[in-house]
């Protein structure tokens, strides 16, 4: 450690580094990110306004858009900025910083999806008893729990990082600071972190999805005896945009962080994460409102009111 001089910032090494190519790709990621963020402002909004829509289940659905928001922005932004000033720097307090707000807001969606499984499971397999059970107040501690399991996942792993010695190389090879490329840059032992990081990544990925496989098995087999087809057809389209997102979703974080450390490249991490961070926050609006009979009629009673107000305008 001695003659070795401590990192200020790191180098983001992204995916290319021909100008042309860094332009195309900032046009792109630039128009995903907008889509991104108006698709799930049309679903909060519509969530909100809509009193059709005043239930448990577009509750947690307007909280976890809030939380596609800001998962996507946590780390897009920064990419845009860099790709168009043909810089790839960051500094080790902002890196941190990114480290941190990815996972709390990455694990708090992992949680709350766990919730809006149990939402549907006790929606389906005990309808009698769904507005005592699923009541406001449990709702929102529900919401409230996701953020706390959350935030006592990262806190001290991140804690535990700030303090390691960074002294060089300092290129990441990533498009963001993610904790896998960030500990192999580390000036010391870092394999009892990563063991922690592994365990966490067990608890709050398996863990959570567990739940849900639990909790739609039994949704299925409620669904199966249910004495009519409408019926069952009715129950399996309110839960098969929530399936697909749980797919979507846990299928790119089990390959990114359900895996021990390895030396290899880390290309097809990049790649997941670029399905996790971009595409994954893009598609969930659209599938919820593609999927949802009760979200298209809202929308569509939402714009016809919006052509009206326009039509008398004029």
Sequence with gaps: ??????????????????????????????????????????????TLIDVYLQTPMYFFLRNFSILEIGFTSISI???????????????ISSCFVQLFFYFLVGIAELFLLAVMSLDRYVAICHPLRYPVIMNRNVCIHLVVWSWVGSFMSVFFTTVVITQLPFCGPNIINHFFCDNSPLLKLACTDTRLIELVDFIIAIVTVLGTLSITVVSYVHII??????????????????CASHLMVVFITYGSCIFMYVKP????K???NKAAAIFNN??????????YSLRNKQVQKALRKAFGQRAQFFKGLR
């Design 1 to 46: 450690m001695q003659n070795q001089t401590a990192v200020t910032q790191f180098i983001l090494l992204g995916f290319t580094d021909v100008r042309w190519m860094q332009l195309l790709l900032f046009a792109v990621l630039l128009l995903i990110y907008f889509l991104t963020i108006m698709g799930n402002i049309i679903i909060i909004s519509i």
């Design 77 to 91: 932004p920064k990419m845009l900025a860099n790709l168009v000033m043909d810089s790839n720097t960051i500094s």
């Design 221 to 238: 087999s409620a669904i199966l005896n249910m004495p009519t087809k409408t019926g069952q057809q009715k129950a399996f389209s309110t």
């Design 261 to 264: 450390a390895h030396d290899g």
């Design 266 to 268: 880390l290309d097809f």
């Design 278 to 287: 971009v595409i994954s926050p893009l598609l969930n609006p659209f599938i």
